[in-house]
């Protein structure tokens, strides 16, 4: 049974003089003075309709406050188990009381915090810097960015090994279910051909692709005829049902790298990034394609930050929607977030338009400025030049805020698996940058 918190703090609470440590001991200073955020986790961490006997587990505040130093320090959960049994500043900011906990324990507790409780603390975070005259939101720039999925990258031949991969595992474990299933395992040529592709000119690299393409359909019309066998074979199993739904979810996929391969390589066809598979494993990711700039995969977030950088809003976006449709959502969030639209916003050249503007200056903004006009008049967008100078420059800004995030804060990449754990992976993020910066900002005492 978990708690939210211990009810009593260790006495010999202790953070170090080094700077980190005074960091530490600052955002720990917040997140005492609001236990409100652990009332925002709790429904994600615990559980309902169970006995409150046995081992505790770690507390709500422990798990929370374990998440942000992650983020903080960008650590993996080898490296966060180990500073948090040889630190004595890790331990008492992670509120830890006795054994620390394993890097499987701290896996298992973080990634269960959604992405939209993430959300709600940080609107939390916002509303202490409103109180603290911190931060009002009055005046706000835009900008968009790319966090990429954990994945390599997307190639034909690497495509179709990967699929051979997992036919060959899920048939494994089918004959663990049934001794009649038979099938014939090619991964080591498959693995061979993939190799070759990488290395052969054009000529040989078409017929490499047709036996690698040929042993995918052989290896895959295998794994049908099993699932056809189990499903006569009335197995009531969790392990069964677990691999049929792997069975399902990869069988969907499988088929489509197949005819991606076939409809790009000998048919010279070229296909949309919607219709386009780029990983078995991270299903979810989307192309993204900026200008002429390299292509990532991933997703894009569009963010909005105040003139203290402190991060207002993201949005995790889904495909690769322009710039220019997502300005006015931005905006419409902030007077969710704030109650009023802001009096000053900038954004990006990306989001300039005609309609954009008058959009923007509907729902109340003063001065819309766009660092690039498009055609433009400035004295439509602001109300001078100098103003129009001014809001450029802030708009500039953003960019050492989204750097930051990427270098120190694992925004640049994300290595939780799944569409849910990289939204919240994202927000863990944001939520750690805005406290350590919170803790700078606020006055501390003496």
Known sequence: MRIKSNPQHSIFDYFGEHKLGQELK????????????????????IRVNIKGTGRKGLTVESVVRCAVLKQHRQLTYEELAFHLEDSESFRTFARLDGKCPRKSVLQKTITLIKGTTWEQINRLLLKIALIK?????????????VTESDIHYPSDNSLLWDAIRIIIRLLQTAKEFSSTISYCDRKRKAKRLSFLIRTVKEKKRRK?????????????????????ILAQNNIVEPLYEAWRAQVAHYEILITKIIAQAERRIFN????????????????????????????KFGHKLNLATGKTGLILDAIVEKGNPADSKRLIPMLERQIDIYGEAPDKASADGGYASKQNLLDAKQLGVKDMAFHKKRGLIIENMVRSKWVYKQMRNFRAGIESDI??????????RCIWKGWEKFKSYVWSAIVSYNLSLLSKLLPQPG
């Open 26 to 45: 600052a955002i720990s200073k917040i997140l005492d003075e609001h236990p409100e955020i652990y009332e925002l986790a709790a429904p994600d961490l």
């Open 133 to 145: 005259k911190i931060e009002d939101g009055n005046k706000i720039r835009v900008d968009s960015t």
């Open 208 to 228: 490499c692709y047709r036996e690698l393409i040929k042993i995918a359909k052989e290896e895959l019309s295998y794994l049908q005829k099993a699932k056809e």
């Open 268 to 295: 010279g066809e070229s296909i949309s990034s919607i219709e386009k598979v780029v990983s078995l494993f991270e299903d979810h990711t989307d192309i993204i394609a900026k200008s002429n700039r390299e292509v």
């Open 403 to 412: 750097s930051c995030l990427k270098r120190a804060y694992g925004l640049a």
